[in-house]
Each structure stands twice: as structure tokens, then as C-alpha cells.
């Protein structure tokens, strides 16, 4: 059988154990290149030249790489001012200081991967910081960056993060919602009819590295205020929406999707938003939500790994939904650094208990959870007792509800006072309500806000 992606890393340690100068490597460090061939570079004393042939000739083999070995084996060079030690000291600098793993008696292995995209989902290196430290969000000085993800779409991710938004402002937050959702947009026809000169996210990211200070956010930025939402004790829900769809949206998509290789950082320029989007708030903000992008997508994985300080994951009980969310999870986890990403996780279009197969479906994803987050989230030593209410992986669940089916809208100007009232009821109440309770206490704060 010929040599598979998956197969590589394996056998390229193989081939280099299996070498007689093996044990005297300090370091060595597996490249994959964004076509998922192998190079090599190797820190101690170097093999003679004869040595290094041989390991050419096994790893180009097909019992080793076959046609997955790129060729080049790189020693450091000694001389400062070469192009071999700048080509050390960039993998260096790429590879970081935590090796991948460690040799017993031997080098420690580092592991460079190049991507094309993906970076924030394959990417092994530690994450940067969201907008602002985890620190000032503690102290109540700067607002908790959450986001909504879900690994397959249909879930509800949207609705909910609607929902836990009004609640947050219908007890005095002061909430931003934020639709991260490029390729599907809907957080703004929750609450309002289309416009064609709406602008969002997408102006911003694309108007932005043009026309710098010139482009502000503020413009974008949405009030929504009607007391069938807010109550009239609560504050002003900010919405900032992708933008109007309209004849250029595709061309702009197309720039955004293009933009890491295009020497623009998209992990800078929303992190720039995020900052934007709290100044214009009088007094700032408490909470910014994102409705981030379904499946494995470059704008998902940023607002789970660099821009948020909590998220909340929606999952349901399927084959299909746990693969993905065991990869969710374990990107979450943060493995590089000292601990992950704080979350609560969904159990979406649940059945009710009282439903035939309900509670046994509940607590199988209960278990499914646990055994999940063990795995890959809790650390070594602090794994909590399955019941214990008070852990992420004890799940909200979110009942599947027709009456939320279809096309859901909460703009009174256009549905009138008698058909939203209901629905806003609803959706701030019972299990909404008890996930928002649950999303305060993660970021250490308050449901109700004192002099919101």
C-alpha cells in the first residue's frame, strides 16, 4: 500500500531511530510542508556524509515516505552570517520552545507544520491573547469575549446566541452581538428587515487595511431598543451584523478568504474590531458574543483560540457531531498553555425528559461529555466527579422546539407586538435562561447587573 498523510510522521521517526548516530541528536524537528512533505532538521553532532545518504535512501523509500519525503536534511551551521543559520534560526523561532515530544535517552522532536489556511485549527503553537488579558475581564474592567460555536450547522447556534444576549441586556449588561458568520449570515434578520446599506464585519475587514483610521467601526455598530426585547428596565442591545449581501458581497468574500496570503493578519484586524466595537459603547461594554461560522472554518477556529475568553459549544448526540467535537474540544483545550478555554457545552435539539428515550439520550451525552473532556481538557490530577454540577462538562440542554423552526424573526415593525412577544418570552426563559445564568458564573460575573 502506498505512503498516506497520516502515515508520515510515524515513519519518519522510525527511520531516524533506527539509525546507529541516532542517540547522538540533541533535537530534532519533523517539517511538513503545505503539501505534507517531510524535511528535516537535526541539532548534535552531524552524521558523515555517507551516514546522511543512507537516511536519504530509507526515508525516500516506500516502506518510509515514498514520494512524501521532500529531500532536505538540514544540520545548523556554525558561522553566524549564512543562509543555513538564518534557516535555523527561523525553524527555531517557528517551532517554539515546548518540544512535541520527548526521546527517553534521546532528542527531543519538534513538529513545524506550513498551512496554507487553517492556522488557527491546525496550528500547535501557543495562541495570542484575545483583546484584552482574562485578568481584566475577572476584575469587571473589560468585557468577556464568548463565542457561540457549533461543529455542524442547524443546531441553533444563532437563536441562542440571540437569546443569551437579550437576557444579559434584559438584566442591565451592556451586550454587543457580533455575526462572525461570513458564508451564512442570519444574527441580523433576527431583528431586522435586510438593507442594502447596511455595512458589518466584512466592510470592516475589508475597508479597513485600505483606508485605516478613515473606516470606523462606530458607523456600523446597531441599537436595538424596543422594550418588547429589553424590558424597560434593560439597556441597549448593540448588534454589528456582517454587512448588506448584496452584488459585491461575493467579491468581498473572496478578498477576506484570501487574506493570509496576502500578507494581511485576520487575527489582527479583529482583534482591532473587538477593540473598536467596545469604544464605541458609552461606559463599554460587559459582553461581546460572537456568532462564529459552523465546522472547521478560519473565522470559527480564530474566535475560539484568539479571541474569546469563554465559548459556548453546541453539540448533539451523533456519531457524526462528537468526531467533530472531540477536535473542538481539544483545540480548546489549549494544550500548549496552562489551561483552556473556560466553556459550557450544549446538548442541542435535546429531547425532553419526559419524552420516550429523553433522559436516557441526556445522559448518554452527559457520559459521552465527560469521558470527552477527561481526555483532552481537564488536566492530569483534576478530573471532577461525573455529576458534579458546577463542570463544563455537565451540558445545558437546549430542547429542539418547532415553534423556533422556520423563519424565526423578532422585528416587531414587521411581525408585530402579538406574534414576537411570545416568541422573546420564550427564548428568555427555562433553559435560556438557566445558560445564561451559567455563562455569568463562568467569567465571574453576575446575571443581574447593579446599576446597569
Avoid at 311 to 338: C, D, F, N, T, Y
Avoid at 430 to 441: F, K, S, V
Wanted: hydrophobic share 40%; aromatic share 6%.
Amino acid at each position: 500500500m502506498s505512503v498516506r498523510f497520516r502515515d508520515t510522521l510515524p515513519r519518519t521517526r522510525d527511520a531516524l531511530r533506527a539509525q546507529p548516530w541516532f542517540s547522538r541528536l540533541e533535537a530534532a524537528t519533523i517539517i511538513r510542508d503545505v503539501s505534507g512533505r517531510v524535511h528535516l532538521f537535526l541539532e548534535g553532532p552531524p552524521p558523515s556524509e555517507q551516514e546522511r545518504q543512507a537516511l536519504h535512501q530509507v526515508l525516500r523509500s516506500e516502506e518510509a515516505l515514498g514520494a512524501y519525503w521532500g529531500g532536505d536534511i538540514w544540520f545548523p551551521e556554525q558561522k553566524p552570517d549564512t543562509p543555513a543559520a538564518a534557516l535555523a534560526r527561523m525553524i527555531r523561532e517557528q517551532r517554539g520552545n515546548s518540544p512535541w515530544e520527548a526521546e527517553p535517552g534521546g532528542p527531543e522532536w519538534y513538529l513545524v507544520e506550513r498551512h496554507v489556511a487553517k492556522h488557527s485549527w491546525a496550528e500547535r503553537r501557543v495562541a495570542q491573547q484575545p483583546p484584552w488579558p482574562s485578568e481584566q475581564v475577572e476584575q469587571g474592567r473589560a468585557p468577556a469575549v464568548v463565542a457561540c460555536f457549533s461543529f455542524k450547522g442547524g443546531l441553533g447556534r444563532t437563536t441562542i446566541t440571540a437569546a443569551v444576549g437579550i437576557i444579559l441586556a434584559r438584566h442591565g449588561h451592556r451586550v454587543a452581538l457580533v455575526d462572525l458568520d461570513l458564508e451564512a449570515p442570519g444574527l441580523a434578520s433576527l431583528f431586522l428587515e435586510p438593507s442594502d446599506e447596511q455595512t458589518g464585519v466584512i466592510d470592516y475587514l475589508i475597508e479597513k487595511p485600505v483606508q485605516g483610521d478613515h473606516w470606523p467601526l462606530r458607523e456600523s455598530v446597531l441599537a436595538l431598543t424596543d422594550p418588547v426585547l429589553l424590558w424597560d428596565q434593560g439597556v441597549t442591545l448593540r448588534l454589528l451584523p456582517v454587512g448588506s449581501v448584496d452584488a459585491d458581497y461575493l467579491e468581498k468574500l473572496a478578498r477576506v478568504d484570501l487574506q493570509s496570503l496576502a500578507g494581511t493578519n485576520l487575527n489582527t484586524l479583529l482583534l482591532g474590531l473587538l477593540r473598536e466595537l467596545n469604544a464605541a459603547v458609552p461606559g463599554g461594554l460587559d459582553f461581546i458574543l460572537l456568532d462564529a461560522r459552523a465546522g472547521f472554518h478560519e473565522l470559527g477556529g480564530l474566535a475560539l483560540s484568539e479571541l474569546a475568553h469563554a465559548a459556548i459549544v453546541l453539540g448533539i448526540h451523533s456519531a457524526q457531531s462528537w468526531a467533530g467535537l472531540g477536535q473542538v474540544v481539544r483545540r480548546v483545550a489549549k494544550p500548549a498553555e496552562e489551561e483552556g478555554l473556560p466553556l459550557v457545552l450544549v446538548h442541542a435539539l435535546a429531547p425532553p425528559v419526559g419524552q420516550p428515550g429523553g433522559e436516557i439520550e441526556q445522559r448518554e451525552f452527559l457520559e459521552r461529555a465527560y469521558d470527552l473532556l477527561s481526555e483532552c481538557y481537564y488536566r492530569e490530577g483534576e478530573v471532577p466527579d461525573l455529576n458534579d454540577p458546577a463542570q463544563p462538562h455537565i451540558p445545558a440542554a437546549i430542547p429542539w422546539e418547532p415553534e423556533l423552526r422556520g423563519n424565526l424573526s423578532l422585528s416587531v415593525e414587521s411581525q408585530g407586538v402579538d406574534q414576537v412577544a411570545p416568541l422573546v418570552r420564550h427564548l428568555t426563559e427555562g433553559p435560556y435562561l438557566a445558560l445564561a445564568e451559567r455563562l455569568c458564573l463562568l467569567v465571574g460575573r453576575s446575571l443581574s447587573r447593579s446599576g446597569g
